[in-house]
Nanobody
Framework: VQLQASGGGLVQAGGSLRLSCAASGRTISNYVMGWFRQAPGKEREFVAR????????YYADSVKGRFTISRDNAKSTVYLQMNSLKPDDTAVYYC????????????????WGQGTQVTVSS
């Protein structure tokens, strides 16, 4: 499966962005889908994940209450709605897919998009 992330950009603190991750090659309806981010000089970190069914989403504490992950299996697309953005949210955001793993360890995800830059100015 190929993943294509989009929707990043430059936004002021307090603003919002919606990231999209479009899948091609095969359906993602059986995949756990996740969003991760990596800031310069830092390790890639988990942001959010959503299981096959769309329920029981899980978020990093740093984004809980501000970010919402969702999926549209018919469109083979996963979204990350980001509200109340902070400068600390500045990073390259990646979407990822896993057939079996449902956790937060990025090394265990099988498929990755190319990343989209999110920059939040203060």
């Amino acid at each position: 499966v190929q993943l294509q992330a989009s929707g990043g950009g430059l936004v002021q603190a307090g603003g919002s962005l919606r990231l999209s991750c479009a899948a091609s090659g095969r359906t993602i309806s059986n995949y756990v889908m996740g969003w991760f981010r990596q800031a310069p000089g830092k390790e890639r970190e988990f942001v959010a994940r959503i299981p096959w069914s769309g329920g029981n989403t899980y978020y990093a504490d740093s984004v809980k209450g501000r970010f919402t992950i969702s999926r549209d299996n018919a469109k083979s697309t996963v979204y990350l709605q980001m509200n109340s953005l902070k400068p600390d949210d500045t990073a390259v955001y990646y979407c990822a897919g896993s057939l079996y793993y449902v956790g937060t360890d990025y090394s265990k995800y099988d498929y990755w998009g190319q990343g989209t830059q999110v920059t939040v100015s203060s």
